[in-house]
RNA sequence: GCACCCUUAGCUCAGCUGGUUAGAGCGUUCGAUUCACAUUCGAAAGGUCUCAGGUUCAAAUCCUGAAGGGUGCACCA
């Protein structure tokens, strides 16, 4: 058979992206074009995603193949249409998170951090974390990230604590961040407090003990911390105890003679237990609260360890439920205890990274950031329109969450983080990174690691001075999952707004969480985990890729299969194939690029400019999974079964004219599939493109996208 | 308790501002082919759009209510 194709030899074989991927990332790498600094000067209009910084402790998952995808997608499209497209790759120290994960290595080992030096600990974290960082980098890689490497930041960089520390002192001078003894989430596990944000509730049946506190019966789950009681409650309209409002009651109790005040607030409920309750305040939030606004002094009884101190007599020692179990048992001795319901359900909160370790409340002093004229302001931003939400839904959710906020707890009492730059010397405070002199002493805190994550896009692109802070913020979209939509993307629209005046970024797209073909939660323990690097070795990233895109609805779970990833591994070589087909049956020469279409493929190119115009308006609309599946239908049931199917005979054709139209449609057609699907599966289609014989832009990844 | 989301073919999901016989992918069944395709092509079966009301000439789509599932926030000893 005559071939005056001009199909190059790769073309015999099916598409095998192990082998061909690597050498096309590099090839854009050293292009430079991922950095907007080298694209041609038309590239004027700026458009900028800061990467969700991944944290160094571990390897990528699926999740994290997710993100890159979609940003991804945003990023290359957008480079395609002439934007001056950054897209801001960084790695997280991710503070406590790394600790755990850490601290579990150690354990594994043999060793503990409670028995190194601070700094040794430190380091060790540190040398940890780096080299998952490294790591990382590679596999962002490999999933086709076109980020800029040359703009890679860590948040441990000088400059990121610079302006980390620069955002402190000015909210501690605008008296927005301020110290206070206040009840704080305690993990007695990891020895430090705990964010609202970073805790879980989980419903527990404990014991509901009825004490005898001289004339009063009172229910409570937690007799061990009758060593803190500062008073005795009661409803102020409950007029069962009206009498006793404001008198004081004594009786003989485990430890000696208990004398309590009677008070009377509104939090008692009278319709609970007895109507009663003794009031805790440094072991109990509420009781805090109740504290607080009848003088009431407060006494802790338990240490950071969870046990109980030296005020708790013979107790003293005993850890939480050890004691608990002897006090209930000596009150019973005495007849102090009056009944015991087993059946009691509550809720109790725990650490959200390990449901076995119980927060003790506890009022320790640490640095509170006041969260209302934040809040306050973020509300606005998102009132009028500074910033979108792509998923109406989380509009609703930000409002909602927006209310009731309590201030936020920013001190951690852990290594691994950024040093807290406060200096304390008798009552005096000092916000500077070096010591003031003789006799101050350094907070040994940290900071959550949200506190400087939710400075991320503005210290990232220099704040205030660098020209990227010019160019680039506020930001174009946050791409990121709607798990972490509290804990980073509401601090990042506070803080940002504080810090800069404008909001960080105007579009919000959030995506949910990748399950499997079941919508089940992935999970080691489940065994149904797919890990992004595996599969793409075996079914190539274009076909991960397309797999997360297709079925994928904005801010909603989706499932993944191994099967689904496969059938886009089809997809890949399908338009291999076709690559190979047209390719096959045009020239070297580019004779028939010149030819007239016939009337016929003219309607086929009219055909495509909608495919075209709707690629866009589902991208521009955030419509990928829409995007995705029109673009993989038209390949594959019309250019390829169709279109292909009837060229056979055309190619055929006696009349020069007729061979020649098709020629150009064919070669056409395949230019512009390319293109469009480019940001969804960029390496197949640049290995297509590295062997078309005619292009106008050496580069698939800078081409123009055709509209 | 408060809030948000979901409920459409066996499975996973589309269906944007209400408008011809409700779509896709996978799966299933039947047939063909190895002539670009470590395969592919053609065809078929399959849905009371959770339920009950309402608005409308017209509702999967809008409104009200209910049921089931999921998620977030709060939390009383």
């Given at each position: 058979?005559?071939?005056?194709?001009?199909?190059?030899?790769?073309?015999?074989?099916?598409?095998?992206?192990?082998?061909?991927?690597?050498?096309?990332?590099?090839?854009?790498?050293?292009?430079?074009?991922?950095?907007?600094?080298?694209?041609?000067?038309?590239?004027?209009?700026?458009?900028?995603?800061?990467?969700?910084?991944?944290?160094?402790?571990?390897?990528?998952?699926?999740?994290?193949?997710?993100?890159?995808?979609?940003?991804?997608?945003?990023?290359?499209?957008?480079?395609?249409?002439?934007?001056?497209?950054?897209?801001?790759?960084?790695?997280?120290?991710?503070?406590?998170?790394?600790?755990?994960?850490?601290?579990?290595?150690?354990?594994?080992?043999?060793?503990?951090?409670?028995?190194?030096?601070?700094?040794?600990?430190?380091?060790?974290?540190?040398?940890?974390?780096?080299?998952?960082?490294?790591?990382?980098?590679?596999?962002?890689?490999?999933?086709?990230?076109?980020?800029?490497?040359?703009?890679?930041?860590?948040?441990?960089?000088?400059?990121?604590?610079?302006?980390?520390?620069?955002?402190?002192?000015?909210?501690?001078?605008?008296?927005?961040?301020?110290?206070?003894?206040?009840?704080?989430?305690?993990?007695?596990?990891?020895?430090?407090?705990?964010?609202?944000?970073?805790?879980?509730?989980?419903?527990?049946?404990?014991?509901?003990?009825?004490?005898?506190?001289?004339?009063?019966?009172?229910?409570?789950?937690?007799?061990?911390?009758?060593?803190?009681?500062?008073?005795?409650a009661v409803n102020p309209n409950d007029e069962r105890y009206k009498?006793?409002v404001?008198?004081?009651?004594?009786?003989?109790?485990?430890?000696?003679?208990?004398?309590?005040?009677?008070i009377a607030d509104e939090y008692v409920d009278q319709a609970f237990g007895t109507g009663v309750v003794?009031?805790?305040?440094?072991?109990?939030?509420?009781?805090?609260?109740?504290?607080?606004?009848?003088?009431?002094?407060?006494?802790?009884?338990?240490?950071?360890?969870?046990?109980?101190?030296?005020?708790?007599?013979?107790?003293?020692?005993?850890?939480?439920?050890?004691?608990?179990?002897?006090?209930?048992?000596?009150?019973?001795?005495?007849?102090?205890?009056?009944?015991?319901?087993?059946?009691?359900?509550?809720?109790?909160?725990?650490?959200?990274?390990?449901?076995?370790?119980?927060?003790?409340?506890?009022?320790?002093?640490?640095?509170?950031?006041?969260?209302?004229?934040?809040?306050?302001?973020?509300?606005?931003?998102?009132?009028?329109?500074?910033?979108?939400?792509?998923?109406?839904?989380?509009?609703?959710?930000?409002?909602?969450?927006?209310?009731?906020?309590?201030?936020?707890?920013?001190?951690?009492?852990?290594?691994?983080?950024?040093?807290?730059?406060?200096?304390?010397?008798?009552?005096?405070?000092?916000?500077?990174?070096?010591?003031?002199?003789?006799?101050?002493?350094?907070?040994?805190?940290?900071?959550?690691?949200?506190?400087?994550?939710?400075?991320?896009?503005?210290?990232?692109?220099?704040?205030?001075?660098?020209?990227?802070?010019?160019?680039?913020?506020?930001?174009?979209?946050?791409?990121?999952?709607?798990?972490?939509?509290?804990?980073?993307?509401?601090?990042?629209?506070?803080?940002?707004?504080?810090?800069?005046?404008?909001?960080?970024?105007?579009?919000?797209?959030?995506?949910?969480?990748?399950?499997?073909?079941?919508?089940?939660?992935?999970?080691?323990?489940?065994?149904?985990?797919?890990?992004?690097?595996?599969?793409?070795?075996?079914?190539?990233?274009?076909?991960?890729?397309?797999?997360?895109?297709?079925?994928?609805?904005?801010?909603?779970?989706?499932?993944?299969?191994?099967?689904?990833?496969?059938?886009?591994?089809?997809?890949?070589?399908?338009?291999?194939?076709?690559?190979?087909?047209?390719?096959?049956?045009?020239?070297?020469?580019?004779?028939?690029?010149?030819?007239?279409?016939?009337?016929?493929?003219?309607?086929?190119?009219?055909?495509?400019?909608?495919?075209?115009?709707?690629?866009?308006?589902?991208?521009?609309?955030?419509?990928?999974?829409?995007?995705?599946?029109?673009?993989?239908?038209?390949?594959?049931?019309?250019?390829?079964?169709?279109?292909?199917?009837?060229?056979?005979?055309?190619?055929?054709?006696?009349?020069?004219?007729?061979?020649?139209?098709?020629?150009?449609?064919?070669?056409?057609?395949?230019?512009?599939?390319?293109?469009?699907?480019?940001?969804?599966?960029?390496?197949?289609?640049?290995?297509?493109?590295?062997?078309?014989?005619?292009?106008?832009?050496?580069?698939?990844?800078?081409?123009?996208?055709?509209?």
């Amino acid at each position: 058979m005559e071939n005056r194709g001009s199909a190059p030899e790769e073309f015999l074989k099916p598409y095998d992206p192990a082998d061909t991927e690597p050498g096309i990332y590099s090839l854009w790498e050293q292009s430079g074009y991922f950095n907007p600094d080298n694209l041609p000067e038309e590239h004027k209009e700026p458009f900028c995603i800061i990467m969700p910084p991944p944290n160094a402790n571990g390897s990528l998952h699926v999740g994290h193949a997710l993100f890159v995808t979609l940003q991804d997608l945003l990023i290359r499209y957008k480079r395609m249409r002439g934007y001056k497209t950054l897209w801001l790759p960084g790695g997280d120290h991710a503070g406590f998170e790394t600790q755990i994960v850490f601290e579990k290595k150690l354990e594994k080992e043999g060793r503990s951090r409670f028995k190194m030096p601070r700094d040794e600990f430190y380091k060790e974290t540190l040398a940890f974390t780096l080299e998952n960082k490294k790591f990382m980098e590679g596999q962002l890689r490999e999933l086709g990230a076109s980020c800029d490497w040359s703009r890679n930041t860590f948040t441990l960089d000088p400059k990121i604590v610079s302006t980390v520390y620069g955002t402190f002192k000015k909210m501690f001078n605008d008296g927005l961040v301020v110290r206070g003894s206040r009840p704080v989430h305690w993990s007695t596990k990891y020895q430090t407090s705990l964010s609202d944000l970073e805790t879980k509730v989980v419903e527990r049946n404990d014991p509901l003990y009825y004490l005898k506190y001289g004339p009063f019966v009172l229910a409570t789950v937690r007799p061990e911390t009758k060593f803190g009681d500062t008073a005795v409650a009661v409803n102020p309209n409950d007029e069962r105890y009206k009498k006793w409002v404001g008198k004081e009651i004594e009786f003989e109790g485990l430890t000696g003679t208990v004398k309590l005040k009677v008070i009377a607030d509104e939090y008692v409920d009278q319709a609970f237990g007895t109507g009663v309750v003794k009031i805790t305040p440094a072991h109990d939030p509420n009781d805090f609260a109740v504290a607080q606004r009848h003088g009431l002094p407060v006494v802790e009884v338990i240490d950071k360890f969870g046990r109980l101190n030296e005020k708790c007599g013979k107790y003293a020692g005993m850890k939480i439920l050890e004691a608990r179990a002897a006090v209930a048992r000596d009150l019973e001795e005495k007849g102090m205890l009056v009944k015991v319901d087993e059946k009691y359900t509550h809720n109790v909160l725990v650490n959200y990274k390990s449901e076995h370790d119980i927060l003790e409340p506890r009022v320790m002093p640490q640095w509170f950031v006041k969260i209302k004229p934040l809040a306050d302001m973020a509300g606005k931003a998102v009132e009028d329109g500074r910033i979108t939400f792509v998923s109406e839904q989380y509009r609703k959710i930000f409002f909602h969450w927006l209310e009731g906020l309590r201030d936020w707890n920013i001190s951690r009492q852990i290594v691994w983080g950024i040093p807290i730059p406060a200096w304390f010397k008798d009552d005096e405070i000092k916000i500077q990174a070096e010591s003031p002199g003789e006799g101050w002493v350094q907070d040994p805190d940290t900071f959550d690691t949200w506190f400087s994550s939710g400075q991320w896009p503005f210290a990232t692109l220099g704040y205030p001075d660098s020209p990227d802070f010019k160019t680039y913020y506020p930001t174009s979209v946050m791409e990121t999952g709607y798990d972490i939509l509290f804990f980073w993307v509401m601090r990042m629209i506070m803080l940002g707004l504080y810090r800069t005046g404008e909001v960080p970024f105007r579009d919000v797209f959030l995506h949910g969480l990748v399950r499997d073909a079941q919508k089940q939660k992935m999970s080691k323990s489940k065994g149904n985990v797919i890990n992004p690097l595996e599969v793409t070795r075996v079914f190539g990233t274009d076909a991960l890729r397309m797999a997360l895109l297709v079925g994928n609805t904005p801010g909603m779970d989706m499932a993944l299969s191994e099967q689904k990833i496969k059938a886009y591994k089809l997809f890949s070589n399908k338009l291999w194939n076709v690559a190979r087909f047209v390719l096959e049956n045009t020239d070297a020469s580019a004779d028939f690029l010149k030819a007239e279409f016939t009337t016929y493929d003219a309607d086929l190119i009219n055909e495509m400019s909608y495919v075209i115009a709707d690629t866009t308006e589902s991208i521009d609309k955030y419509r990928f999974y829409l995007a995705a599946e029109n673009l993989y239908h038209f390949l594959w049931n019309r250019f390829a079964s169709e279109v292909i199917e009837e060229s056979k005979s055309i190619l055929k054709s006696e009349d020069p004219t007729e061979r020649q139209s098709r020629q150009r449609l064919l070669y056409e057609l395949l230019v512009t599939s390319l293109k469009l699907l480019h940001p969804f599966m960029p390496f197949v289609t640049e290995a297509i493109w590295q062997k078309m014989p005619h292009k106008d832009e050496p580069l698939l990844m800078v081409a123009k996208w055709p509209i």
